[in-house]
């Protein structure tokens, strides 16, 4: 659900995380299984998280100690766990991940934030060999990209042209390579916002660098990193997307009239459409967490935690949400501003919502491709802009509501 931070960076190793494919949480799924133990997918959210509690958010960069020792201790637990239940994973990401860590605990006490940021992007560096290792869908060069994209801001916020330089030719030899798969998946699919126009939008990002780098523009490169990152997030879930126009006859997102009709695992909730086969409701959308594992067994199961995310308490979603990819019952398909859509509780009051931790009742767009319903209202924070709200709804500061 949370969207791509603009600056990752350090020496040009060609990895990244990407795929939005998850496993059961405390399971080691077999090898080329296309999908990722949700340890490591949380190994992958609480070093972004580091990126952004260490380094801060573009363009301030004001960083948070107090939050990156706290999410620190969210990696340590995380990725303990992944290791144990996974003791063949990839030994060089193994140790980059673990040097990181150590590297971490030394900045983070000591308020380094350049040492910090470069050791928690050491961890996302990381996370694509280890993701790899279970064969995910993406192509292995846009999840490259994805690191790349945000390498970029950080060699631009310390001043290291080279290494600009050299972070852009990787760049557009993935593209170069990935231009072919992505050219047949563009036309496949409406359902998230952006693909028609992703592809020139990547080649406008990578023109922008050359031009900034030709006039040793250092600010313009970090702005040019920014929207990268994003374009490669609408690839990887263009790379999730089901086809236009393609129900299926059975399994998650399709019709049926009784809970029989649907595969193991899965419910008939007849408050979407009439009636789709949906997750089982043994998941805890909307309840507190501190990890993946606390949220339920569903692939798709996250954890949006307090100290990385700033969600009090924590508040387990799952994402990604389309009309195929449904919700469980009890909830509802939404996306808050420039995120990935994702499923959060439903509600009609305040009270239906953890109230007392800040919680509100609060009404989302849902039209593609900004939600899939059934409902458009769901338990979320408080709007306090207009940017917080999908457009056209606006942000009414004092009751904290988006409204039309």
């Given at each position: 659900?949370?969207?791509?931070?603009?600056?990752?960076?350090?020496?040009?190793?060609?990895?990244?995380c990407?795929?939005?494919?998850?496993?059961?949480?405390?399971?080691?799924?077999?090898?080329?299984?296309?999908?990722?133990?949700?340890?490591l997918r949380?190994?992958?959210?609480?070093?972004e998280?580091?990126?952004t509690t260490?380094?801060?958010?573009?363009?301030?960069?004001?960083?948070?100690?107090?939050?990156a020792?706290?999410?620190?201790?969210?990696l340590?637990?995380?990725?303990n766990?992944?290791?144990?239940?996974?003791?063949?994973?990839?030994?060089?990401?193994?140790?980059m991940?673990?040097?990181?860590?150590?590297?971490?605990?030394?900045?983070?006490?000591?308020?380094?934030?350049?040492?910090?940021?470069?050791?928690?992007?050491?961890?996302?560096?990381?996370?694509?060999?280890?993701?790899?290792?279970?064969?995910?869908?993406?192509?292995?060069?846009?999840?490259?990209?994805?690191?790349?994209f945000?390498?970029?801001?950080?060699?631009?916020?310390?001043?290291?042209?080279?290494?600009?330089?050299?972070?852009?030719?990787?760049?557009r030899?993935?593209?170069?390579?990935?231009?072919?798969?992505?050219?047949?998946?563009?036309?496949?699919?409406?359902r998230?916002?952006?693909?028609?126009?992703?592809?020139?939008d990547?080649?406008?990002?990578?023109?922008?660098?050359d031009?900034?780098?030709?006039?040793?523009?250092?600010?313009?490169?970090?702005?040019?990193?920014?929207?990268g990152?994003l374009?490669?997030?609408?690839?990887e879930?263009?790379f999730?997307?089901?086809?236009?126009?393609?129900?299926?006859?059975?399994?998650l997102?399709a019709?049926?009239t009784?809970?029989?009709q649907?595969d193991?695992g899965?419910?008939c909730?007849?408050?979407?459409?009439?009636?789709?086969?949906?997750?089982a409701?043994?998941?805890?959308?909307?309840?507190?967490?501190?990890?993946?594992?606390?949220?339920g067994?569903?692939?798709?199961?996250a954890?949006?935690?307090?100290?990385?995310?700033?969600y009090?308490?924590?508040?387990c979603?799952?994402?990604?949400?389309?009309?195929?990819?449904?919700?469980?019952?009890?909830?509802t398909?939404?996306?808050?501003?420039?995120?990935?859509p994702?499923?959060?509780?439903?509600?009609?009051?305040?009270?239906e919502?953890?109230k007392?931790?800040g919680?509100?009742?609060?009404?989302?767009?849902?039209?593609?491709?900004?939600?899939?319903?059934?409902?458009?209202?769901?338990?979320?924070?408080?709007?306090?802009?207009d940017?917080?709200?999908?457009?056209?709804?606006?942000?009414?500061?004092?009751?904290?509501?988006?409204?039309?």
């Amino acid at each position: 659900m949370r969207s791509i931070p603009s600056f990752v960076a350090v020496s040009l190793v060609v990895v990244a995380c990407g795929s939005s494919q998850a496993g059961a949480p405390g399971t080691a799924p077999s090898v080329g299984a296309g999908i990722v133990p949700a340890d490591l997918r949380d190994v992958e959210r609480d070093g972004e998280g580091l990126v952004t509690t260490t380094f801060g958010s573009y363009p301030d960069y004001k960083p948070d100690f107090g939050r990156a020792s706290s999410v620190l201790g969210l990696l340590k637990q995380v990725w303990n766990r992944g290791k144990a239940a996974n003791p063949s994973l990839p030994a060089g990401a193994v140790k980059m991940v673990d040097d990181a860590i150590v590297s971490l605990d030394a900045a983070i006490a000591a308020k380094d934030q350049k040492g910090a940021a470069l050791a928690a992007n050491l961890v996302g560096l990381a996370c694509p060999e280890l993701f790899d290792f279970f064969h995910p869908d993406a192509p292995k060069g846009i999840l490259r990209m994805d690191a790349v994209f945000r390498q970029v801001g950080l060699d631009a916020k310390y001043a290291s042209l080279d290494d600009v330089k050299k972070d852009v030719a990787s760049l557009r030899s993935d593209f170069n390579a990935t231009r072919d798969a992505i050219g047949v998946k563009v036309p496949t699919c409406h359902r998230v916002g952006g693909t028609a126009t992703v592809v020139g939008d990547i080649e406008t990002s990578l023109a922008g660098m050359d031009a900034a780098i030709a006039r040793g523009d250092l600010a313009a490169i970090e702005q040019e990193s920014e929207n990268g990152a994003l374009e490669i997030d609408t690839l990887e879930l263009l790379f999730d997307c089901p086809p236009d126009n393609v129900a299926p006859s059975k399994g998650l997102g399709a019709q049926c009239t009784d809970s029989s009709q649907c595969d193991s695992g899965q419910t008939c909730d007849r408050a979407n459409a009439g009636g789709k086969c949906a997750p089982a409701a043994t998941n805890k959308i909307g309840t507190p967490c501190a990890s993946t594992v606390d949220c339920g067994t569903d692939g798709r199961s996250a954890c949006q935690t307090e100290a990385g995310d700033n969600y009090r308490g924590g508040y387990c979603f799952m994402e990604p949400c389309d009309d195929v990819h449904v919700c469980p019952p009890g909830a509802t398909c939404v996306s808050l501003g420039g995120e990935t859509p994702g499923c959060f509780k439903s509600c009609t009051t305040d009270d239906e919502c953890r109230k007392a931790e800040g919680y509100v009742c609060q009404l989302f767009s849902t039209t593609p491709p900004v939600g899939f319903g059934p409902t458009d209202r769901a338990c979320a924070f408080p709007c306090t802009r207009d940017a917080d709200c999908h457009t056209p709804l606006t942000c009414d500061v004092v009751t904290g509501k988006c409204k039309p």
